[in-house]
């Protein structure tokens, strides 16, 4: 067995001896293919690998050579079919002698930055469209991949070079781009892999300049994923990379990772809103509210601050300064906000995030009643200019009610008194739908059993707002149910909310075609 083992060494460096030569360049199919043979081996024999790396004579050396080799190849470049295949043969032998055996990790490491000179040739604009070159770049990632997996001094030191390169370097950012689905599987399983269980490098992803760039380029990638086919490389990837995300979510960085997706001067970034979406659908998989905590104040900043541009926006479109009702002119058009659509799309997202941590809270405090209450850090808050969360959603909808016109079946409901103050093309669902819904639906969640935030809901003059939602709205579905569990609440154990409701008379009715009609006689509160 011994003399077998030595043989395999004695090979393998010949094998290299050959590649280097000057005329290794006749020889390079059978001497790749007599590597290709070793790591086939090696990927099935785990004892084989630790008896190969540990005995004499050594590989290390040659393969150190073998990469620098390949980093420095004359005329390099994607389209050199003899390159590929070298940087194919080669990447899979150091994928496979490297897999789970820790020693020849740390004898690998040290081709790392030769490796890293053939990913940057790889992930080349110019590489993109040479599909040929596919096969070796992906080979080359899973090689860096199993050099330093569960190795956490290796990961350590790799993470910390790859997210401190200068932008030009970036490899992981470059390799993001690759439009091969299994390469961008190979890298997330990377990175995936180095933030695993580690404060320090998520805090590094999430915090750092490099890190921003790269969940800048991972988030624009998953959007292009999410369309991808089930059981694709490509929805394996996006898989991979919303989990990515998921860590960071775990270890409470999404306030770090928010603010640093942030553009000066924007009230909402499009990174921003992508991110909300994965924690929504982070949180909306959670059955229990440990780490939450964390978000609580970061989605109460975020929903008052796009709450108070949203009143902003509606204010200066609904009111404008010469004080002449809006019409459909391209005149007034100016004056609507057109970062209104999106703002309220984050909104949604927001409140949605917001509901259902205060509902995981609720249920967590009916089995541990010492719990944190975490629906109180939502209604405590308060934006910068002092309005605090019930008096931001109540004012928010009363705009909303006279912004947008409901759809009743397929058609906007008329009225006939602010129909004119409303240009048609705010009527389109983009940005606005589920708005109300949620809104009112995150009134009755943070009333429930408590009498001092009913209490601000009437003082603000909520509940009119409230029952005033007790309708049919096709772009808020479910909107007229949610309204009567939020007036159910609001009226829970108050007597002065209680008298309110019953001191209002109506003061019209909705006729067959879902017209407001004013009853002659009422006083309009």
């Known amino acids: 067995m011994d003399s077998d083992q030595s043989s395999l060494n004695v090979r393998f460096c010949e094998i290299c001896t050959g590649l280097l030569s000057k005329s290794g360049k006749d020889s390079v199919p059978s001497l790749t293919r007599a590597l290709d043979t070793i790591a086939s081996d090696l990927a099935i024999n785990e004892d084989l690998r630790c008896r190969m790396g540990s005995e004499n004579p050594s590989i290390w050396l040659p393969l150190q050579q073998l990469w620098d ?42 081709v790392e930055p030769a490796l890293r000179r053939v990913l940057h040739l790889y992930s080349s604009w110019s590489a993109f469209q040479v599909t040929d070159s596919f096969p070796a770049t992906r080979m080359a990632v899973q090689a860096l991949s199993n050099i330093v997996t569960t190795n956490e001094d290796l990961t350590s030191r790799l993470w910390n070079t790859y997210l401190t390169l200068p932008e030009e370097q970036a490899i ?28 320090e490098r998520r805090s590094l992803l999430t915090k750092s300049r490099g890190g921003a760039r790269i969940c800048i380029t991972l988030l624009d990638r998953v959007v292009l994923l999410y369309d991808a086919e089930e059981s694709t490389d490509g929805a394996k990837a996006f898989d991979y990379g919303y989990h990515l995300f998921a860590h960071l979510f775990d270890g409470g960085f999404a306030p770090d990772l928010y603010n640093s997706l942030s553009v000066e001067g924007e009230v909402i970034a499009q990174h921003q809103t992508t991110l909300l979406k994965l924690l929504d659908s982070y949180l909306q998989s959670s059955q ?36 002449e009702p809006l019409d459909d002119s391209i005149e007034h058009l100016q004056e609507l906000d057109l970062l209104l659509p999106k703002t309220c799309e984050a909104l949604v997202l927001a409140t949605q995030c917001i509901v259902k941590i205060s509902l995981l809270s609720e249920n967590q405090r009916t089995v541990d009643p010492s719990a944190v209450d975490l629906r109180a850090i939502f209604r405590d808050a308060s934006s910068t200019d002092g309005q605090g969360t019930a008096e931001s959603i109540i004012e928010l909808l009363r705009l909303l009610d006279t912004f947008l016109p ?50 601000r809901i009437r003082v603000c003059g909520g509940i009119p707002v409230i029952m005033n939602m007790c309708v049919v709205d096709e772009r808020n579905p479910y909107l007229r149910e949610h309204a009567i569990l939020a007036l159910r609440n609001l009226l829970d154990g108050n007597m002065e ?5 019953n001191s209002i008379q109506p003061s019209g009715y909705w006729d067959e075609a879902g017209v407001l009609r004013e009853k002659v006689g009422a006083t309009l509160r």
Do not use: W
Not at 180 to 186: A, G, V
Not at 429 to 445: A, E, H, Q, T
């Open 288 to 323: 229990t509210c440990p780490v939450h905590c964390d978000m609580c104040p970061m989605l109460s900043e975020i929903f008052l601050s796009l709450s108070s541009y949203s009143q902003s926006a509606i204010t200066r479109a609904t009111n404008p300064t010469n004080s």
């Open 497 to 501: 909310n209680q008298d309110e409701v």
């Open 172 to 199: 992981l950012i470059r390799l993001l781009g690759s439009p091969d689905h299994k390469t961008i599987l190979s890298l997330l399983v990377l990175m995936v892999n180095c933030i695993h269980d580690s404060a």
């Open 69 to 110: 080799f390949l980093a420095d190849y004359p005329s390099a470049d994607a389209d050199v079919a003899e390159l590929r295949v070298l940087v194919l043969s080669v990447a899979r032998f150091t994928r496979n002698i490297v897999a789970g055996v820790a020693v020849n990790q740390q004898n690998a490491f040290g």
């Open 406 to 455: 409901r759809i009743y079946f397929g058609k906007a409901v008329i009225d006939p008194v602010t129909d004119r103050s409303i240009p048609s093309s705010v009527g389109g669902p983009n940005g606005f739908s589920y708005l109300k819904r949620d809104l009112v639906r995150l009134v009755g969640v943070l009333c429930h059993r408590d009498k001092t935030f009913q209490d």
